[in-house]
């Protein structure tokens, strides 16, 4: 008898171990993709708002723009005359800087920003260093957008300069973009939209002169002839 519950002991023993072995393989298998997902979601987070280069600027960017310097261009360029709203962003090899100025600034005055912007920049990140290309080395470019209106962009007093240099550029430019370079040609265009969708009245078929001649005039019967 002894002999027959210790076989029944250890039969039980070994279902229960492979019972077990069976669960944890299972629970295993349920977890571990759970855990993988969860790492690349919280290494994902981790590299949120980091530009991804590959080996494109390897040997590049040296030395790289870091976030203590965009937070002082910020406060530099929210302490000028006119100025509402800015923001600066990095993205890839790009220096954009964005800046809301009063509504009623002109383009002389939103060019006059530009420039002060500009040199807010250079002060914290200075051009010779950071914006030109140095012994074939690739450097940042950077953009200076100036706009007074950021709703109405229609409206005729909607201003928007841009001053942007890139690394291989020996100086800035400035250009207000919402003015055309060719008012003739940018009224034409304006007016070619407006007759599409706008076009004049034509006769309809029915009320038009049919058979007539090229001129208009009604064709004649010929006299002194007949049938």
Known sequence: MSQNRKKVKNQSKRKLDRT???ILIGGALIVVP?????????????????????????????PAITSSNISEIESKVKSQSGVEKVSVELSSATLRVYVDI??????????????????????VLPEGTYFKLQDGKKMYDIEVHVYNLAKDRDSENFVYVIKNKSSNMETARSQVVSDPLDAELAQQLRDDVENRNNPTPTPNDDEMTVGGADDGTEAQPDEGKTE
């Open 102 to 123: 009063t509504d009623s600034a002109s383009s002389a005055e939103a060019t006059s920003i530009a420039d002060a912007v500009y040199n807010d920049v250079v002060s």
């Open 34 to 62: 759970f855990i993988i997902f969860g790492f690349i979601l919280l290494s994902a987070s981790f590299n949120t708002g980091k530009p991804i280069f590959g080996d494109r600027f390897k040997g590049d960017l040296d």
């Open 20 to 22: 077990s072995k069976i």
